[in-house]
Nanobody
Framework: QVQLVESGGGLVQAGDSLRLSCAASGFFVGNYAMSWYRQAPGKERELVAFILDDSTNYADSVKGRFTISRDNGKNTVYLQMNSLKPEDTAVYYC????????WGQGTQVTVSS
C-alpha cells in the first residue's frame, strides 16, 4: 500500500529555515518523479519543486531558496526551505507521479513577518 507522510512544518519567522520530510512506503522513491506542492488559503495548489533521477526543477518563486532532495536509503524526499517569506505560508504536500498519482496529507508551514 502506497503511503506518503509529510512532517517538519511549523510556525517560523521570516528569514528562518525549515526542512520538510516526506516518508514513503509501498514503493521506492528513486523509481518515481517526486514533487512538493503547496496551497495557500484561497489559492490553487501550485508546484514548488520536482525531482526525477538527478534532475530537479523549481518554481521561480522559490529558486535559490528551496532545495529538493532524496535519500534512497531512508525512502524519503526532503524540501529544505531557507530564507522563508510570509508568502511561503501554505500547506505543503508531497506527490508521487506515475500512472497513478499519490498525495500525502500535507503539513502546514506558517511564516510570520
Amino acid at each position: 500500500q502506497v503511503q506518503l507522510v509529510e512532517s517538519g512544518g511549523g510556525l517560523v519567522q521570516a528569514g528562518d529555515s525549515l526542512r520538510l520530510s516526506c516518508a514513503a512506503s509501498g514503493f521506492f522513491v528513486g523509481n518515481y518523479a517526486m514533487s512538493w506542492y503547496r496551497q495557500a488559503p484561497g489559492k490553487e495548489r501550485e508546484l514548488v519543486a520536482f525531482i526525477l533521477d538527478d534532475s530537479t526543477n523549481y518554481a521561480d518563486s522559490v529558486k535559490g531558496r528551496f532545495t529538493i532532495s532524496r535519500d534512497n536509503g531512508k525512502n524519503t524526499v526532503y524540501l529544505q526551505m531557507n530564507s522563508l517569506k510570509p508568502e511561503d505560508t501554505a500547506v505543503y504536500y508531497c506527490r508521487r507521479g506515475g500512472r497513478v498519482e499519490y498525495w500525502g496529507q500535507g503539513t502546514q508551514v506558517t511564516v510570520s513577518s
